[in-house]
């Protein structure tokens, strides 16, 4: 019998489906050193945000074949680690979301009454209602940061209340946003104009931080504002100096930058703060939903048959599988290439399948290109399952065509992309022993593997500008680990292909289109 560990705590109805066909062990509390001794022995692993995941663990599972997440974020996962190993990872994307978006509306009632401190004032034995004069939401204005599942249930309820409907979503359209009821706006101007401000976006390197010291300032004196994200969108010091000075009238939080939350300066504050400790998904009826969710799936799992919610192995059936494993991750790859190189917010997407892939059991291949497009926009919240449905709530028109005749490689795909920076497209293929290569960039010929972070450039071909572009990257201490020119004439137009040893700095994007001869660039993380 199969055995699984459950080492944080997990609704008994997921506990009774596990119990179906495995052995099950609930130890919640482990330390890493006691669950990388012990995890050898089990087949499956079952979790929420409370367990790391780490390569160590991954490499000591020996056994492993799925991790679950009773939970959406898998941030607490090495995913890319699981993956080598072939261990899939699956999470409930939607069982949390009606509780984690009420937390948020809670959140901002409780700021507006000051509900917490009365509550405590009373308990206290005092009966003060000078102190807690509190404020209306009917008619203020809410800005709605991130307009996917949980922002969108916000945006209900707040529309419900009276409230006018601010929102920022790079990635979503502006016929979605006005469907919710909401007017799409730039970040700055939800900024200054919202009354309340509530964050439903995932971590990423572009949302790290993306309510500074700055941001802060340029908030109304009465704002408000509410993370039940992910802690480290807001800087919490910078909150806490904000908070301090009156620049905002108060902030509340469920999530922080790190966890569980220790010596902070948040804590000292008054009134204004209302912190709760990550409690977004902690109703009863989530924990039901996410514990079923994932428990269904690991059953599935561990009977041989395929995960609904993977986060990083398709649910495909064995054989086609097989066929086709070495070419999703080709797909997956060009997708985020092309999404990336195409601007934020895609409108078509055309996947043409060339060679050997021009057959209809190719069509994981359009899934597994939708899943890369959206991963900067969704990141682990998009799978094989959702992909298409994503895209068709985002507006994002797809053409599929395929054409056998095109026999550069045995098979490749080719993609293009219409978005905010314009049409960019992108082709790949598989080399010997399954190595992807880059063959062609906006019509350029290349032939370059993927990178995790590359850099594109659009320009002249003209003696001198290579070396202008390696002495400029130099000047910011960029490793450049190769490079390519693809052209099709000589002194014409030409893309550069760069392979970097670490991500592009901030700023220096312009200071490259600054160059003579280079009339375009394009940073890009796979
Ligand atoms: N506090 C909790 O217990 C709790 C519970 C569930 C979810 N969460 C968190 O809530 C967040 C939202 O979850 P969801 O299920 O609504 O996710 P979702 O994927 O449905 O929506 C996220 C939205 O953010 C948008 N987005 C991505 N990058 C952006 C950017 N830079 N600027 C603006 N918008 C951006 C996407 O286009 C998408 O529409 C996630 O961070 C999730 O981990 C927290
Ligand atoms: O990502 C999630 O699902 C939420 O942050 C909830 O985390 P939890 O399962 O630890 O409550």
């Known amino acids: 019998m199969s055995k699984v560990l459950v080492s944080d705590p997990i609704d008994q109805a997921g506990i009774d489906i596990l119990s179906q066909v495995a052995t099950v062990d609930v130890k919640t509390g482990l330390k890493p050193e006691e669950l990388v001794q012990i995890i050898g022995e089990y087949d499956a692993l079952m979790i929420r945000s409370g367990t790391r995941v780490t390569q160590e663990i991954i490499e000591a599972g020996t056994q492993l074949k799925i991790i679950g997440r009773a939970g959406v974020g898998v941030d607490n996962v090495d995913v890319p680690a699981a993956t080598r190993k072939g261990i899939v990872v699956v999470n409930s994307p939607e069982g949390n979301t009606i509780a984690a978006a009420e937390h948020a509306l809670a959140m901002m009632l409780s700021l507006s009454r000051y509900i917490p401190d009365a509550n405590a004032s009373v308990k206290r034995g005092e009966w003060d209602r000078k102190s807690f004069i509190g404020a209306e939401v009917y008619k203020k204005t809410i800005g709605i940061v991130g307009l996917g599942k949980i922002g969108s249930h916000v945006a209900a309820v707040a529309r419900a209340m009276g409230m006018k409907l601010l929102a920022f979503d790079p990635f979503i359209s502006t016929e979605r946003a ?14 200054q104009q919202a009354d309340y401000i509530t964050l ?8 790290t931080h993306l ?57 000292s504050l008054g009134q204004q703060a209302v912190l709760t400790p990550h409690l977004g998904a902690s109703t009863t009826e989530a924990q039901v939903n996410v514990a079923i969710d994932v428990a269904e799936q690991i059953r599935d799992v561990l009977l041989g048959l395929a995960a609904r919610s993977a986060v990083n192995i398709p649910g495909l059936s064995p054989d086609v599988m097989e066929e086709l494993k070495p070419y999703m991750q080709l797909a997956e790859t060009l997708g985020k290439l092309v999404g990336q190189l195409a601007g934020g917010r895609v409108e078509l997407l055309n996947v043409r399948l060339q060679g050997e892939l021009a057959t209809n059991k190719s069509q994981p291949l359009v899934v597994a290109s939708l899943k890369g497009l959206l991963y900067q926009a969704l990141r682990e919240r998009v799978n094989y399952v959702n992909a298409s ?22 098979g490749s795909l080719h993609l293009e992309a219409t ?8 082709t790949g293929a598989l080399f010997g022993g399954g190595e992807i290569r880059l063959t062609n960039l906006d019509d350029f010929p290349i032939n370059v593997p993927p990178n995790q972070h590359m850099l594109f450039t659009l ?6 500008i290579i070396g202008k572009l390696g002495s400029l990257l130099g000047s910011f201490n960029v490793n450049i680990a190769s490079m390519q020119v693809g052209r099709k004439i000589i002194r014409g ?3 550069m292909v760069l392979s970097l040893d670490d991500p592009l700095p901030d700023g220096i994007l312009p200071e490259i289109i600054k160059v003579s ?10």
Do not use: F, W
Not at 178 to 191: H, K, M, P, T, W
Not at 214 to 241: Q, T
């Open 178 to 191: 006005e469907q919710i009821g909401c007017q799409l706006v730039d970040l700055e101007v939800l900024i």
């Open 200 to 207: 439903h976006i995932p971590k990423t390197p572009e949302t």
């Open 211 to 267: 309510i500074n010291t700055e941001r802060l300032a340029k908030m109304k004196p009465n704002a408000r504002i509410i993370n039940c994200a992910r802690g480290g969108i807001i800087d919490e010091e910078a909150l806490a100096v904000a908070l301090r000075e009156g620049k905002i009238a108060g902030a509340a939080l469920d999530v922080y930058e790190a966890e569980p939350l220790g010596e902070s300066s948040l804590k």
């Open 389 to 410: 449905i994503e895209a068709k709530e985002r507006g994002i028109r797809v053409i599929e065509t395929r054409d056998a005749s095109i026999k550069d490689y045995a």
């Open 419 to 426: 978005g905010s920076l314009g049409t960019h497209s992108v």
């Open 459 to 464: 320009h002249r071909d003209m003696p001198g």
């Open 493 to 495: 137009d030409a893309v």
């Open 517 to 526: 001869g280079i009339r375009d660039a394009y940073t890009v993380t796979l």
